[in-house]
């Protein structure tokens, strides 16, 4: 059925919402309860064009969970203009949040000259990975909802302020009068080789970030060879991820690159052609095995290396700063009640199926069997009980992540779990790849973890607010800081490989010392 646009504008309030998503026009009002980013967001959009926004945060696969029957029919394409919606607002809500920014470390970048709204700094400010969030939070870069959700930590914030605490918790013991004149970050992931030892980690809705979303933040990442996790919960669908990969690696191939475009340093290895950018497939199992069936087959279609499931999720956390959004957002509509349930997180009860509550270890089993062959990794290990039995399970890696501080409250940071590894399970070290995310944001850092056994680094939101600043080249020069720093510390350790980065090389006692100890040995 072909509707005009008076008829869809008509449908603007709670007890009628029909929303436009590319041409068609949805029904949503039975499902505004339900919908786990708040009913506010959607009857924002009632009786009008939200394809813009809709893009920003969803795939279009995200419309199958809509009640069946919400189709109202097709927009007469002449209407569309006539219902596009407002950009999002940019502006903070009068609740205070606890939107902004990173605790215990802050970004030097220069005071900006210029007004709100007119943009980020010259990316030659960002000589750091923390200016890219300092960057971001300026100029109107990102919107205020954006932003939260980005800089958004679990509870009272305490995992993502261990993350990035822990790190400075580790000290170098470097070694002097080596000849460190040439020094090679090169390593593997997961039996890939990579120019470095980290990769961008899985985020979900970078539409939020970037227009291009993840296709940007891909054409960036090839452009240095660098690994990418690529989220369940991607804006855009599976397929395009890898199809922008393989076509930003034909243009480089093309043009005869593969090499960095200047060899600042003077570095040998900064001249030297580089290995192709590797992508992996961040898994959510949904509760409905056939979707998680769909999205691995698809993975596995679309050529991505290896499957991350994530473990860490049973339920969303209680990501704090979004809810004062999600609130202040229905304060604005008026709606008292809805504003109220958001507070106590009524999206993490809704029946989305994002999350599977029950996922055990014997889901591993069929998991294992969709994917085929190719490493199944386990993404948000948290003790050495559950490594261990992650190798017992035939996994080939696991992250030790507590997700950016979003997930549990108070969960270990990832180099504490690393040193528990070492001390209660070490015979898994060499049959299980050891991966850590959560608060990097120094490249040099990055040796910590390698000298304590792991095989490679992940990183989160710098990259979202690299990408949201500065698109592709902000990825790229997010990566140049970080193996520029990495590099750097290296020499400065005394060491040219890799291979030479050794536990004795750092002093990890303040963490050893709060590490935890069995009441009676049970490991
Ligand atoms: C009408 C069809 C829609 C459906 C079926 C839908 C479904 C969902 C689902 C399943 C989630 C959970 C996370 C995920 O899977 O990404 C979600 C989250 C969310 N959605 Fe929608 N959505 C719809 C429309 C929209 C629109 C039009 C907007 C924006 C204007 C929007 C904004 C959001 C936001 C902000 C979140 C929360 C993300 C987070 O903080 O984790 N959605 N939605
Ligand atoms: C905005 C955002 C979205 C994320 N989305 C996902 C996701 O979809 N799947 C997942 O496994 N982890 C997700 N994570 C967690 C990251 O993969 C990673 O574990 C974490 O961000 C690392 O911490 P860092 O941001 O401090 O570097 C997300 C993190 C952020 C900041």
């Known amino acids: 059925m072909l509707l005009n646009a008076a008829e869809v504008a008509k449908h603007n309030t709670t007890s009628s919402c029909w929303i436009v998503i590319h041409g068609k026009v949805y029904d949503v009002t039975p499902y505004l309860e ?8 959607l009857v924002k959009q ?23 029957g919400s189709s109202r029919g097709e927009l007469d394409p002449a209407a569309l203009a006539s219902l596009a919606v407002a950009a999002t607002t940019t502006t903070a809500p009068a609740t205070p949040t606890t939107t902004t920014t990173t605790p215990t470390l802050t970004s030097a970048l220069p005071p900006s000259p210029s007004p709100p709204g007119a943009g980020p700094p010259h990316i030659a400010h960002c000589v750091t990975a923390l200016d890219f969030e ?41 070694r002097v009068l080596r000849d460190v004149h040439h020094a090679s970050p090169r390593s593997r992931i997961l039996g ?44 855009v669908p599976t397929e395009e991820i890898a199809g922008a990969l393989r076509d930003e690696q034909r243009k480089l191939a093309e043009a005869g690159t593969g090499k960095k475009e200047d060899g600042q340093s003077g570095d040998r290895d900064r001249d030297e052609a580089f290995p192709p950018s590797q992508l992996h497939f961040q898994l959510y199992v949904h ?5 998680t069936l769909a999205r691995i087959r698809r993975a596995k279609q679309a050529g991505f290396r290896s499957l991350w499931v994530t473990v860490d999720t049973p339920v969303l956390g209680k990501r704090t700063s979004d809810r004062h959004v999600q609130a202040s957002e229905a304060l604005e509509l008026g709606l008292g009640q809805a504003a109220e349930r958001a507070g106590l997180g009524h999206r993490t009860h809704a029946p989305a199926g994002d ?11 069929w998991i294992r069997e969709a994917w085929g062959e190719g490493p199944l990794v386990l993404k948000g290990v948290q003790c050495a009980e559950d490594a261990r039995l992650a190798l017992r399970h035939g996994c080939q890696g696991v992250v030790l992540s507590n997700h950016g501080g979003r997930q549990a409250h108070s969960a270990p940071d990832a180099l504490t779990t690393l040193l528990e590894i070492r001390t209660y399970c070490p015979e898994v070290l060499g049959k299980l790849e050891i991966l850590v995310d959560g608060g990097l944001r120094d490249g040099a850092d990055v040796l910590k973890a390698i000298c304590l056994g ?68 049970r490991l």
């Not at 954006?146 to 993502?160: F, I, K, P, Q, T």
């Open 355 to 365: 999350f599977q509550p029950a996922l055990s270890w014997a889901d591993l089993a």
């Open 192 to 235: 890939f080789d990579s120019p470095f030892p980290f990769y961008a980690s899985a985020m979900g809705q970078l539409g939020r970030s970037h227009p291009g979303a993840e296709v940007e933040l891909v054409r960036g990442l090839a452009r240095r060879g660098a690994h990418g996790l690529v989220s369940t919960v991607s804006t």
């Open 454 to 521: 792991a095989s490679a680094v992940g990183v989160g939101r710098p990259f979202f607010y690299a990408l949201a600043a500065y698109g592709s080249r902000g990825v790229e020069r997010c990566i140049d800081i970080l193996s520029e720093e990495l590099v750097n510390g290296m020499r400065l350790l005394g060491i040219t490989s890799l291979v030479e980065a050794q536990p004795e090389m750092v002093n990890a006692s303040r963490l050893l010392n709060e590490m935890w100890r069995p009441e009676k040995s």
């Open 46 to 68: 009632g009786g009008r064009d939200a394809t813009a926004e809709f893009r920003k945060v969803h795939s279009p696969d995200v419309l199958e969970n809509l009640p069946k």
């Open 34 to 41: 339900q919908h786990p980013g708040g009913a506010a967001i």
């Open 287 to 291: 509760r409905d095995r056939a979707v």
């Open 134 to 174: 300092a960057a971001a939070a300026r100029g109107g870069v990102l919107s205020h909802s954006a932003l939260s959700y980005v800089s958004s930590s679990a509870n009272a914030g305490l995992s993502l302020r261990g993350n990035l605490a822990s790190w400075s918790r580790v000290a170098f013991r470097p």
